[in-house]
């Protein structure tokens, strides 16, 4: 089994930070992407960043300058720092991990609970 736990969401006023962590464990053979993704209500759910294991990153126009995502490889941890937060951020923040549990199984794509981030104005 894999787990992928998110912590950091909260509310904050605009302008304000939040930084965003995402643990995965359980039977796991080697990470490789990992990411954030948001879902506002009423909307779909929508690219946030995404960062490869060498550390590649791309993130999505509406947050490039605003959002930095890194990660811990030894940790198989993902985190979204998050600055100069807008109201039209809010949403919940799920965390998206592309692995493979053991060497003779292929790779999949797993899913965080997800965790509110509220932005007020």
């Known amino acids: 089994q894999v787990q992928l736990v998110e912590s950091g969401g909260g509310l904050v006023q605009a302008g304000g930070s939040l930084r965003l962590s995402c643990a995965a464990s359980g039977s796991i053979f080697s990470v490789y992407a990992m990411g954030w993704y948001r879902q506002a209500p009423g909307k779909q759910r929508e690219l946030v960043a995404t960062i490869t294991s060498g550390g590649s990153t791309n993130y999505a126009d509406s947050v490039e300058g605003r959002f930095s995502i890194s990660r811990d490889n030894a940790k198989n941890t993902v985190y979204l720092q998050m600055n100069s937060l807008k109201p039209e951020d809010t949403a919940v923040y799920y965390c998206?991990?592309?692995?493979?549990?053991?060497?003779?199984?292929?790779?999949?794509?797993?899913w965080g609970q997800g965790t509110q981030v509220t932005v007020s104005s």
């Open positions: 998206n991990a592309d692995l493979q549990q053991t060497y003779y199984t292929g790779r999949h794509e797993y």
